[in-house]
């Protein structure tokens, strides 16, 4: 739609190194300056947030598809449109749902608003660290609350987030190499250890029943006969066809740890 894409701000050339370039949907105005001032305060990082029509088609979605933007931020109205974009970003992450009145019945409030990280990107961790800021219970979905948008089960806000991997030791090679570029993309400190199926097995049967729950994995990729108490682990996706991932329930990083599961769980050969 030419008219939607003519209304979109043309923009000076900028230092991409100082600032973040986010494309976000006119109908986040309100909470999006308030989340930015908000940011810009607490990490002294700037951004450059410009404000355009909703997407309706599939031309507008290719437009924004090849624009600079770092991030992307709109609703996931147009399904077929927002795969072919998936297939362009490094990742994304829900930000809130569309208010919805009873007996409506308007389709954006089934989908969510998403952050879209460009693949072009040349500041990837800052990126999803500020999709992280916008996702967070006590950060950016305060002021999605304050413009009765809908909250997403964010993450717990942290600057560099830590976490705790458990895995078996058939795929340290693989995890290891994986882990390393997965903490430097999303500004994390992802450490696993290594321990065989039976002694994971007993290691976690022991902390689920005592009082040091703090000391929980986040994450656990062991082998399919292993038992895991179901309270305490949800079960995410397989790893190989011998391997599966489970996420903390009572865990404070549960979408990273997932983003981490999808990561690890494209093929590989195990020795």
């Not at 933007?69 to 147009?78: H, L, M």
């Not at 656990?220 to 995410?236: A, F, G, M, T």
Request: net charge neutral; proline share 6%; charged share 20%.
């Amino acid at each position: 739609m030419l008219v939607v894409w003519e209304k979109m701000p043309q923009v000076e050339p900028i230092n991409r190194s100082k600032y973040l370039s986010v494309w976000a949907e006119d109908s986040l105005q309100t909470s999006l300056k308030l989340a930015q001032a908000a940011y810009k305060e607490e990490t002294d990082q700037s951004l450059l947030v410009q404000f355009i029509p909703a997407p309706k088609n599939s031309s507008d979605f290719e437009r924004l598809m090849q624009s600079d933007a770092d991030i992307i931020i709109f609703s996931e109205a147009n399904v077929s449109s927002t795969e072919s974009l998936r297939a362009k970003t490094e990742e994304s992450i829900p930000l809130a749902y569309h208010p919805v009145q009873p007996g409506s019945k308007n389709e954006l409030g089934k989908s969510p608003v998403t952050a879209f990280i460009s693949k072009g990107t040349m500041q990837p961790t800052k990126s999803i660290r500020f999709a992280r800021f916008l996702a967070a219970p006590s950060r950016g979905q305060y002021y999605f609350a304050q413009g009765n948008w809908i909250g997403v089960n964010g993450d717990i806000w942290s600057f560099t987030p830590e976490i705790k991997i458990l895995c078996s030791p058939r795929l340290q090679s693989f995890v290891s190499a994986k882990l390393h570029l997965f903490n430097m993309r999303e500004g994390a400190v992802g450490e696993a250890e290594f321990k065989d199926s039976p002694e994971i097995e007993s290691v976690l049967q022991v902390l689920g029943q005592s009082e040091g729950k703090q000391y929980l994995p986040d994450l656990v990729i062991c082998e399919k006969s292993v038992n895991l108490d179901p309270d305490l682990y949800k079960r995410q996706l397989m790893i190989h066809e011998n391997f599966i991932s489970y996420v903390l329930s009572s865990g404070r990083y549960k979408q990273l740890c997932k983003r981490l599961a999808f990561n690890l769980s494209s093929p590989l050969q195990i020795p």
